[in-house]
């Protein structure tokens, strides 16, 4: 039944040999010393203070949802650093490989990379930037702030969330691990069809992107109906739908679209997967296979993901806006019917992604409509925002520098998809870079909003403000880097350029590629504050500690939990008595947050069980890239049977009295969630005392 | 709003969960997906039919796992899934719905024997 491979397979090692660790790629090398660089000084530490334990007790086990928060964070900033490190090579491969005279370097005949290499690297640049910094990063806030805003103690599943980060987890892993153990997928973000199939992609890269994106995007739907589930049932007593804050409201309608888009993604993937393993032929070239239905498939899930992405980062910029004009959001209730209308067409809009696949003119014209009527609801929200503005009392702190920046990005962005979206125009730019640039300030819009959040909550989360100097020369390099990057990409894409090259054919362009190198210097200098920016502010963390509501002017209830935020959230459920709860209560004056008595808190105790089966989940996806079959389905055994063993645990959860809450309120010295001395234990280590 | 029940064991989902209805519900799930799999597998029907029998047997095995497995009604601890699964629907038309246009406008002009893949041609 399984297709039958060319090349070496033995039963214990499947395909893998040691001829599949590139050791002799100085570039892999490179890579391999910088990620020793980089670990040796945390495990060294880690060591040294004997942190391991606290590691695992505290953070590995945990089902605390802003601690899973933090921890999708730190994986999706580590992912975006290493897309960077990607896009940082397709920029200086383009600009060295220009023209037939251009220089050749290492392996290659131009630049310094041979095609396959440079078609990994973009692959593996889309892949990780959209699926593994963007979606986490952003899932990481949902995941923090919802439960928060909405006045819960947690999210209303807490072991299946810890299930879906180390699903997540695991995923971004087989991609990392690909690196240094075979390669990447060189067929694109998308997996350009036939190109995904055996005769033409016969080693390991394409299984590695698809049981990366099939692993992550099962842990993304079981997120999306945990976050749906939290902000359906359990919301504060008060809290009606239209008191919800809009953040709320912007991952609600995120995360319905995430429940319904992600399982096509996963039929699309099993489907090239029964191709690639079991020899069926849905989308191979010949045979009654249909090439064109994996596109349809894909961009079925594709463009409902694209609003996956940019949804939150409008609901971070409409929390961060109103908070730094000092007044409420400028047509709450509309926005709310805006940001659903969006998510509704969102379904309705894949085809533009394809108008030159050759459907009828009727076809292409019902598409073109659909996506241009998105520019409605977007549209009414960016005049929310600037009425929100418009008579505000602005502050510029750092926050507020990455909403507008957002909201600039938003107009470009939105405008050239407007652009694309017409057909005719389509056929003359259509995988050009101008979609490229399109495409980048869109999710560029998602990143300064990921930005803004981070400034905006960090101080909520950790206790402390980030420094403001280097955060404001942070913003002002990365906001200069995407000016020359995109705005030459642009220009390039209408100039002909095509995506994807290894080797640019016309010297002509050699001008603007020098201007998109200069953004990326750009850039780098922008990283190089924001890590002066995280080590000041971690050093001054004394000097920036604050109390409740460190910007004095914010609305929503998250403000209102002591600082750092104890781990049960609030001592006592607050009621809700409108909108902008936070900001209702600080106007009356009524910001005290102890009450008069406390009650027992019950709350999920800590457990190893998920971080296991991120683990043999890693395992499957790693023993099915390499056709080890007992590693991958001892993995399977591995996971059905803990998760069967897990459902007979008698775990009733841990209980904090009203005497212990009362005096970790009173003294919450010992209540953070980075300083916590006291958390739930650990489940499984009663079954050793 | 909030749910805070002490006893997982009184939870709606779990009251209503019954072996034999799920064991029933899996089994014909997968033996109508299976018969799914045998039909294509034998190529005998002609396009039409064979896509007609294939999405018949699909909405079977839908309705047995709605029904039997997950038990959907429109009890107080059920509605939500009811309906989640009922707004659905509208995408399910809209995007088979609009992959079929797509196709049936797509094939004429890019592929030389559509008539012969589509069967009747439609
Ligand atoms: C006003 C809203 C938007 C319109 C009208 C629009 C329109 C379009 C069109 C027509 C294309 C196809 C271009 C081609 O390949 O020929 C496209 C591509 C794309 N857009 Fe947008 N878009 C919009 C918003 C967004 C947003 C919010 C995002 C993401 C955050 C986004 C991300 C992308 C991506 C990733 C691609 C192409 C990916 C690829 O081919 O690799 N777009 N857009
Ligand atoms: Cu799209």
Known sequence: ?689 | MSLHRADPLDHPDVRNASGIAFVAGYAASVGLMAIALMVTLRHEMSYVRFVIAVAILGGLALLAQAVLMFRLDLSGGQRWKTISLLLVVPLFVLSIGLTGWMFHTLYPRTMLDFMQVQGSGM
């Open chain 1, 1 to 689: 039944m399984l297709v039958h491979l060319q090349g070496a397979w033995n039963p214990w090692l499947g395909r893998l040999t040691l001829s599949q660790i590139p050791y002799h790629s100085p570039i892999v090398l490179g890579a391999f010393a910088f990620a020793l660089l980089a670990a040796a000084p945390i495990v060294g530490l880690m060591t040294y203070y004997q942190k391991w334990g606290y590691l695992i007790r505290e953070w590995i086990t945990t089902l605390d949802h802003k601690k899973i928060g933090v921890m999708y964070i730190i994986i999706g900033l580590v992912m975006l650093l290493r897309g960077f490190i990607d896009g940082i090579m397709i920029r200086t491969q383009q600009l060295l490989a220009d023209g037939p005279r251009s220089a050749a370097h290492l392996q290659a005949v131009h630049g310094y990379l041979p095609p396959f290499h440079f078609d990994q690297i973009y692959s593996s640049h889309g892949t990780i930037m959209i699926i593994f910094a963007v979606t986490v990063v952003l899932t990481g806030f949902q995941n923090i702030i919802v439960p928060l805003q909405i006045g819960a103690r947690d999210m209303a599943f807490p072991y299946l969330n810890a299930v879906s980060l180390w699903l997540t987890a695991a995923g971004a892993a087989l991609v990392m691990i690909s690196l240094f153990i075979g390669d990447f997928s060189h067929a694109g973000w998308v997996g350009i069809v036939p190109l995904t199939e055996l005769p033409y992609s016969p080693g390991v890269g394409v299984d590695y992107w698809d049981w990366a994106l099939q692993l992550s995007s099962l842990g993304t739907t079981l997120g999306a109906l945990n976050l749906i589930t939290t902000i359906i049932m359990m919301r504060a007593p008060g809290m009606r739908w239209f008191r919800m804050p809009f953040f709320t409201w912007a991952t609600l309608s995120t995360q319905t679209i995430g429940l319904t888009a992600f399982p096509v993604l996963g039929v699309a993937l099993a489907l090239l997967s029964c191709d690639r393993y079991l020899g069926t032929h849905f989308y191979t070239a010949g045979l009654g296979g249909n090439l064109m239905l994996y596109t349809d498939l894909f961009w079925i899930w594709g463009h409902p993901e694209v609003y996956f992405i940019i949804l939150p980062a409008w609901g971070i910029m409409s929390e961060v806006i109103p908070t730094f004009s000092e007044k409420a959001l400028f047509g709450y209730t509309v926005m709310v019917a805006a940001t659903l209308s969006i998510a509704g067409l969102s379904w309705a809009v894949w085809l533009h992604h394809f108008f030159t696949m050759g459907a009828g003119p009727g076809v292409n014209l019902v598409f073109s409509v659909s996506t241009m009527l998105v520019g409605i609801p977007t549209g009414v929200k960016v005049f929310n925002w600037s009425l929100t503005l418009y008579r505000g009392r602005l502050r510029f702190e750092t926050p507020m520098l990455w909403a507008i920046g957002a909201l600039f990005l938003l107009l470009v962005g939105g405008l050239t998809g407007m652009m694309l979206a017409i057909p005719a125009i389509n056929y003359t730019v259509h995988n050009s870079v101008f979609v490229v640039a399109h495409f980048h300030t869109m999710f560029l819009v998602s990143v300064f909003g990921i930005f803004a959040g981070l400034m905006y909550w960090f101080p909520k989360v950790f206790g402390f403000r980030l420094d403001e100097r280097s955060g404001r020369r942070f913003f002002t390099f990365f906001s200069l880097g995407t000016v020359f990057v995109f705005a030459a990409m642009y220009t390039l894409g209408l100039m002909g350029m095509t995506r994807r090259l290894d080797y640019l054919y016309n010297p002509h362009w050699q001008a603007l590629l020098i201007i998109q190198e200069f953004g990326i210097f750009l850039y780098c200098v922008s990283v190089f504050y924001f890590c002066k920016m995280i080590y000041v502010s971690i050093r001054d963390r004394a000097k920036e500690a604050h109390g409740q509501d460190v910007w004095r002017t914010s609305r929503t209830l998250e403000w209102m939990t002591l600082t750092p935020v104890p781990f049960y959230n609030f001592a006592v459920i607050p009621v809700v008595h409108g909108r902008d709860a936070w900001a209702m209560r600080r106007d009356s004056g009524l910001t005290a947050t102890s009450p008069g008595d406390y009650e027992d808190i019950n709350l999920p105790n800590n457990t190893i069980v998920p971080a296991m089966l991120g683990a043999l989940a890693f395992g499957f996806g790693f023993g099915m890239v390499w056709r080890i079959w007992w590693l991958a389905g001892l993995s399977l055994l591995g996971i059905i049977g803990l998760v069967i063993l897990r459902s007979f645990a008698d775990d009733r959860g841990f209980t904090l009295t009203a005497a212990t809450v009362r005096r970790m309120e009173r003294n919450h010295e010992d209540t953070g969630i980075v300083t916590d001395h006291i958390s739930p234990p650990v489940a499984e280590l009663a079954l050793f005392q």
